[in-house]
């Protein structure tokens, strides 16, 4: 389903970066990267001149794993896919289906990138590169990651739509797992470029891709529900579920507290507001004396009589 196609001939695709771009952001990390070793290496081997032959090896071994290797993969796992290389050439690293990669992702990179790159001068790379349909080398094939342009013209870049707030509730607690990852691409490029396709082959495609997801995950589409409606509500229902692993059970700081993360507000509860702690008892102050108030009767009351006085 990652190389759908509607009936205008429109390809459902991000748009891969190519090899020169690529090329040109990796050759700007390992600049960096080396520059930055070489200057540890000065500042260890002042460190180290008193140790033998073997622990400076080892030392410098250490080293060199630590900035060529372990760097790298800190970096993309910690700007989700942004090295300074790819940053300044508009490129970032997704997953398959689009979404921001994680720490596996990047450790995969960057133990093939090693091989692929490093120790083969970039010729593995090239080579995969340009046989690859999306322009994906070995890395991001195992690692099942794709660099992709991140400077695009406005008009191509569409915001996905919001879940019905009532749709996304039916579907919390359903089982994603089965659904595959190019299905996923498919549906959030769908849902990035609706707005551009024909009405008809619009609303086709998204019974398509609605069937499918249905098929996978065992939910039904709702009687009367729009096939592009279930889609937004499944792909805002992973979202939120990344969301609640990445910054714990609570789910993203401001983010709706549902049954899925244990607590008992209900699926059409809102976001629950913060428990404030209650405020220290203040230490006892001496108070001023006051002189005493007298006492002042109130007027006597006169007679009721049942009638209003005269005005």
Known sequence: MSGLVTGEAVALGMDPAKLPSRALATTIDLVVYWTGFVGLMFVLAAATSSLDDAAIAAVSVGAMLLILVGVPIAVETLTRGRSLGKMACGLRVVRDDGGPIRFRHALVRGAVGVIEIQLSLGVIACIASLVSARGRRLGDVFGGAL?????????????????????????????????????????????????????????????????????????????????????????????????????????????????????????????????????????????????????????????????????
């Open 147 to 311: 660099v992709v342009r991140e400077r695009v013209p406005r008009q191509h870049t569409q915001l996905m739509p919001p879940a019905p707030p009532w749709l996304a509730a039916q579907l919390t607690g359903v089982d994603l797992s089965g659904v595959p990852e190019g299905l996923w691409l498919a549906v959030r490029q769908y849902l990035s470029r609706m707005w551009q396709l024909d009405p008809q082959v619009g609303w086709s495609m998204a019974e398509r891709l609605a069937t499918d997801v249905a098929n996978c995950t065992g939910a039904r589409v709702p009687q009367g529900a729009p096939p592009a409606a279930f889609l937004a509500a499944v792909v805002a229902e992973r979202q939120s579920r990344d969301a609640r692993r990445m910054f714990g059970a609570g789910g993203a700081p401001g983010g709706p507290v549902g049954p899925s993360t244990g607590s008992p507000a209900g699926p059409f509860s809102g976001p629950q507001p913060p428990v404030m702690p209650s405020p220290a008892p203040l230490p006892p102050t001496a108070t001023p004396t006051l002189p005493p108030v007298q006492q002042v009767r109130p007027a006597p009351e006169p007679p009721r009589t049942g009638f209003a006085p005269p005005a």
